[in-house]
């Protein structure tokens, strides 16, 4: 009995050092706290001071300039085409992707024989490096060598003396660099999508069959709508990673050509770092915080209310 | 209302036949429950009745008509699943409106239909929740008011009951077949449940790996089972089967009794036996032996209804018997019931 009474009290005042909760959740915690601090936190509020700044590349000197450089950024007209390309390459490549990826995901949702060796390929342009799978882009884009104008040549597509330079044509610009992120955002939303598919139990769609529902409307009324919450998700990923994409952009037409493809994040990178005017890249790329904080705030209601439910 | 009928229909996953040249007839407005434990292939065949499955070989005839190569959608039948399967972004009215939407019915006519399924089955309150905020009992009256709103021809149930919890599947058995008497619709319920299959059924079906053991009613299949899987898997604790003279020997427990009980009656045959243990179950007892020479040292089981206050003890001989009318006759290698034998 005495030693009963006794272990608790001699359990408290040698609690060990890792079995303290309190001080266990702090030190978990600090990693994440430390790499957000220095790799998020950090850069933010340095973008900031930068953008209220004179800095530019190789001087050593800073001045305020209060909001000098927002000024400049809002009367260029560079500026605004950006942020308009920016919205169309997002919007537009956006809508094909989640299209595109709850078709595929339907397809891959069937059993058929091959279909682990079907995914696996599908998946492959989200684990290639993209700088690298947009140079193999820069090729199949090529104005002489270009893979499409030979085949469209051969099956008579188009004429043998049309040279259709993908790159350098403004419409045709913008669709290339379209295309190059539906390929690539493609696998992720994909996936995504096939696991809300997956999560739908089969004695849903078999009440659904013997309710009478055909094709359609399975598709309309039982299908899309469990698998929306779940498309959101992609959606928003896909939208953080066009909105604030540069490689694609500068692997392919480094904003060209006039511009027609340059997007906010390309256009902050060519100001900033390659020409060399930190304090208006800095200003240019805080034009991207707006969107990402709503973005943010749709990401947090919603695991909100999938908490509660 | 119709007849469903398979003929020959055979399931076969890899080289097992699910289900294995199946012949069943369900007459018009007819209740046949097919029973079986769990991967008998009930559910394969419940599945290809409602086309949700396509057979290997053989036929599915709804109202006579061939339906074996139609979708469920053109076969008129509604199936109650036994997750109930409700869809959990509708409201309850919207979930019972579904098959009347899927048929093209529009605006008045399915609001008329959704109340008066609903008021069928007391859910009127629960139209405008969504299925996660009913309970158990709830969500299955709501599946099955989607099931009867569009007056199919046929209800297919699957182990409706079985998501329920023990005190409110005896009422909702009773509901089910009270609504079915009163709709006539012809139907059939699969269940691993014997005493859900005794209680519902006009016939029951008792399958193993693919095959019908034995159609008949409850009472066929528990007084006279056809072999010995039916006369062991019906009844419980099951029937007590014994070796004698190249037959099986079968005696349900409750026929199993002191020979006192017996009184005058002459014909008898004794089976004494050492009791090992005794379960009170309160209106019975339970009483587990082994059987004494001349027969085989067999395990049976006795069920002493409480009006027989006989004190037993474990350890000690008794003179029990069996009324010989009440012994069941199979043949040892195939347990099939010896022709006119024991009846």
């Known amino acids: ?309 | 209302m119709a007849t469903v009928e398979t003929r020959a229909l055979t399931k076969s996953f890899e080289a097992d036949n699910a289900v294995d040249g199946i012949d069943l007839l369900v007459k018009e407005g007819e209740f046949l429950v097919l029973l079986g434990p769990s991967g008998c292939g009930k559910t394969t065949l419940l599945r290809m009745l409602a086309g949700l499955e396509t057979p290997t070989s053989g036929d599915v005839l709804i109202g006579n008509k061939v339906v074996t190569w139609l979708p469920p959608r053109a076969r008129n039948i509604a199936m109650v699943f036994q997750s109930y399967a409700l869809y959990p972004h509708l409201s309850v009215s919207k979930n019972i409106a579904f098959p009347l939407n899927a048929v093209g019915m529009h605006g008045h006519e399915v609001a008329t239909k959704v109340d008066e399924a609903a008021s069928m089955f007391g859910i009127k309150h629960l139209l405008h929740r969504k299925p996660r905020q009913l309970s158990g009992g709830e969500r299955q009256r709501v599946a099955l008011a989607r099931a009867v709103v569009r007056n199919p021809v046929v209800f297919l149930l699957d182990e409706p009951l079985s998501n329920l919890d023990a005190k409110l599947r005896t009422s909702a058995r009773d509901e089910l077949q009270q609504f079915q008497r009163r709709l006539g619709t012809t139907t059939v319920y699969v269940t691993h449940d014997q005493v859900e299959a005794m209680g519902l059924g006009d016939r029951i079906a008792v399958l193993n790996k693919g095959r019908i053991h034995q159609l008949g009613t409850p009472l066929d299949i528990y007084n006279d089972p056809a072999d010995t899987f039916v006369a062991t898997f019906i009844g419980s604790p099951p029937m007590n089967l014994m070796e004698a003279d190249h037959t099986l020997l079968g005696f349900r427990p409750e026929h199993f009794l002191p020979h006192d009980v017996f009184g005058a009656d002459r014909d008898v045959t004794p089976f004494p036996f050492t009791v090992t243990r005794i379960e009170h179950l309160g209106a019975d007892r339970l009483i587990y032996g082994t059987l004494e020479a001349p027969n085989p040292a067999v395990k049976v089981i006795s069920r002493l209804p409480s009006t027989i206050p006989m004190p037993i003890e474990t350890g000690t001989r008794y003179e029990f018997a069996v009324r010989t009318a009440n012994l069941k006759h199979f043949d040892r290698e195939t347990g099939v019931k010896r022709a006119g034998a024991g009846t």
Do not use: C
């Open chain 1, 1 to 309: 009995m005495s030693s009963a009474v006794a272990q608790p009290r001699a359990a408290k005042s040698h609690t060990p050092w890792l079995d303290d909760e309190l001080r266990l959740g702090r030190i978990l915690l600090a990693p994440t706290v430390i790499y957000i601090i220095a790799l998020v936190g950090f850069p933010f509020l340095l973008a900031i001071f930068y953008s209220v700044s004179d800095a530019t590349v190789g001087s050593t000197s800073l001045h305020f300039v209060g909001l000098h450089n927002y000024k400049m950024i809002i009367e260029d007209p560079t500026f605004w085409r950006s942020l308009r390309n920016a919205i169309v390459f997002t919007v537009v490549s956006q809508v094909l992707v989640v299209v595109l990826g709850k078709i595929l995901a339907m397809a891959l949702y069937k059993d058929f024989p091959g279909k682990w060796i079907v995914r696996l390929l599908i998946l492959l342009p989200w684990v290639a490096p993209i700088s690298l799978s947009s140079i193999a882009w820069l090729w199949i884009f090529d104005p002489v060598y270009s893979i499409i104008n030979v085949s469209a040549r051969a099956l008579h597509i188009i004429g043998p003396n049309t040279w259709p330079i993908w790159l350098g044509q403004p419409d045709l610009a913008m669709a290339s660099v379209i295309l190059v992120d539906v390929w690539r955002l493609l696998p992720l939303a994909t996936v995504i999508i096939l696991a809300g598919l997956s999560a739908i139990p089969q004695d849903i769609h078999d009440a659904a069959q013997v309710d009478g529902a055909g094709f359609w409307r399975h598709l309309f009324m039982i299908n899309l709508p469990l698998v929306m919450p779940i498309m959101l998700v992609a959606l928003l990923f896909g939208i953080v990673f066009t909105f604030t994409d540069l490689i694609v952009v500068y692997v392919l037409t480094r904003g060209g050509p006039f511009d027609t493809t340059q997007v906010i994040a390309s256009y902050a990178f060519f100001t900033g770092v390659e020409g060399g005017d930190l304090a208006s890249g800095a200003a240019i790329s805080l034009f991207l915080f707006p969107v990402l904080v709503a973005v943010a705030i749709v990401f947090l209601t919603m695991a909100k209310r999938a908490e509660v439910t």
